[in-house]
């Protein structure tokens, strides 16, 4: 089969685990060359790279936090130097803290908007300047934004105004091809999900699902490939949920 994102580079943040680890996956299998960003887990970071290497795709990782805007500026400067374009970038890295309004400190508030707010603005903000023409930008949201959920203010928070800067962006790089949405999945099996939850907690929310279950990092990735296919060409400046009929 055609690997559709050949001669591509793409840029993923939040690779060494979880959704982001499997479109960095899929990424690669397109053809893409993949650079992908990891904080603390540089031995499973390491591991997909030569996982990919021995399927045949390009992959490198690089250590970078977020939450540090130098970071984020030796990511973009190390890719134009090594890869000399940009076609694709995937802001997935995020992070959660769960707690009720009375409990939340005012460093938990900052660190979740460093983060999941300043840290994907950043990177848009680099590839508003850098990105080829017809280039796709995804942010990856989440459906907490349409189900109430107490204790997931401050992630809420965050995840709406991922939302909504990606609508803009769309307004402003349209011009260019460029293509900019937001995935924003329901309950997906991966280590920020099942966090400080208990069996029977996963069980409920898996039945609220029109679908019966929770998600797999494949059913986020998969929609993730869908989007940069050029069939879905005409889809920009959305906000597209994949969570088996969670918030139906
Ligand atoms: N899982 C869900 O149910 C769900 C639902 C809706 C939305 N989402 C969103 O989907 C995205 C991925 O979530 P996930 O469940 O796959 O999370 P995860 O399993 O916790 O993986 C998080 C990834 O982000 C990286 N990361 C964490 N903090 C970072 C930081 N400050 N700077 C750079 N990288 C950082 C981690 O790197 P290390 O491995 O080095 O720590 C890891 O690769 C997030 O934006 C999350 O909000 C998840």
Request: hydrophobic residues 45%; contains cysteine; charged residues 20%.
């Given at each position: 089969?055609?690997?559709?994102?050949?001669?591509?580079?793409?840029?993923?943040?939040?690779?060494?685990?979880?959704?982001?680890?499997?479109?960095?996956?899929?990424?690669?299998?397109?053809?893409?060359?993949?650079?992908?960003?990891?904080?603390?887990?540089?031995?499973?970071?390491?591991?997909?790279?030569?996982?990919?290497?021995?399927?045949?795709?390009?992959?490198?990782?690089?250590?970078?936090?977020?939450?540090?805007?130098?970071?984020?500026?030796?990511?973009?400067?190390?890719?134009?130097?090594?890869?000399?374009?940009?076609?694709?970038?995937?802001?997935?890295?995020?992070?959660?803290?769960?707690?009720?309004?009375?409990?939340?400190?005012?460093?938990?508030?900052?660190?979740?908007?460093?983060?999941?707010?300043?840290?994907?603005?950043?990177?848009?903000?680099?590839?508003a300047?850098?990105?080829?023409?017809?280039?796709?930008?995804?942010?990856?949201g989440?459906?907490?934004?349409?189900?109430?959920?107490?204790?997931?203010?401050?992630?809420?928070?965050?995840k709406?105004?991922?939302e909504?800067?990606?609508?803009?962006?769309?307004?402003?790089?349209?011009?260019?091809?460029?293509r900019?949405?937001?995935?924003?999945?329901?309950?997906?099996?991966?280590?920020?999900?099942?966090?400080?939850?208990?069996?029977?907690?996963?069980?409920?929310?898996?039945?609220?699902?029109?679908?019966?279950?929770?998600?797999?990092?494949?059913?986020?990735?998969?929609?993730?490939?869908?989007?940069?296919?050029?069939?879905?060409?005409?889809?920009?400046?959305?906000?597209?949920?994949?969570?088996?009929?969670?918030?139906?």
């Open positions: 089969m055609e690997k559709f994102l050949t001669g591509k580079t793409a840029i993923v943040t939040g690779g060494s685990r979880g959704i982001g680890r499997a479109i960095v996956g899929n990424l690669a299998e397109q053809g893409a060359t993949v650079v992908f960003t990891y904080l603390h887990n540089q031995q499973q970071a390491n591991e997909l790279v030569e996982t990919i290497a021995v399927q045949g795709g390009s992959a490198r990782a690089i250590a970078a936090d977020m939450a540090q805007p130098e970071d984020i500026d030796h990511l973009f400067l190390s890719v134009m130097n090594s890869c000399r374009r940009l076609d694709i970038l995937i802001n997935n890295a995020g992070i959660a803290i769960y707690k009720r309004f009375e409990d939340f400190t005012e460093q938990d508030i900052n660190q979740i908007f460093d983060v999941n707010i300043k840290g994907v603005f950043l990177c848009c903000r680099h590839a300047r850098l990105m080829e023409n017809n280039g796709s930008i995804i942010n990856i989440s459906t907490v934004t349409r189900v109430m959920l107490p204790t997931y203010g401050a992630y809420a928070a965050s709406g105004a991922v909504q800067m990606s609508k803009v962006l769309a307004r402003e790089l349209g011009g260019r091809g460029i900019v949405n937001t995935v924003s999945p329901g309950p997906i099996d991966t280590e920020l999900f099942r966090a400080g939850k208990s069996d029977e907690q996963i069980a409920r929310l898996a039945a609220q699902a029109a679908l019966g279950r929770i998600g797999t990092v494949a059913d986020v990735a998969d929609l993730v490939t869908v989007l940069l296919d050029e069939r879905s060409g005409w889809v920009t400046g959305q906000n597209i949920l994949v969570n088996g009929g969670f918030a139906a």
